[in-house]
């Protein structure tokens, strides 16, 4: 019998979060409102965090590469709320979706 490791290969495409991101069949609307919610959430808090790294004179006062990554995950975050948000309205007719 053979111990050998069988690797998938490494798709690059799949390094970013919101292509690799894949729904579950058994999930519903709910959980689709739930995930956007929280995703938001994090965005929002991320704003906040990178309006707190420049000074009164709109000059940045932390290292760039820190704005930058965050406003990347802004980015992803608002990307796969994009990606989600019609499953968040497939709910039976009977069902109000939820407000955010």
């Known amino acids: 019998m053979s111990t050998q490791n ?3 290969p490494h798709d690059l495409s799949f390094g970013c979060i919101k292509e690799f991101y894949i ?3 058994e999930a ?3 959980n689709a409102q739930d ?3 929280s995703l938001l959430s994090q965005a ?3 704003s ?3 309006q707190i790294c420049f000074d009164e004179n709109d000059q940045l006062a932390v290292n760039p590469a820190i704005v930058s990554n965050l406003i990347w995950t802004i980015q992803t975050k608002l990307e796969m709320i994009e990606k989600i948000l019609p499953l968040a309205f497939e ?3 009977d069902e109000k979706a939820v407000t955010l």
């Open 6 to 8: 069988t690797k998938k």
């Open 23 to 25: 729904p579950r069949p």
């Open 28 to 30: 519903n609307h709910l």
């Open 35 to 37: 995930v956007i919610h």
């Open 44 to 46: 929002i808090n991320s």
């Open 48 to 50: 906040r965090t990178t």
């Open 91 to 93: 709910g039976d007719s």
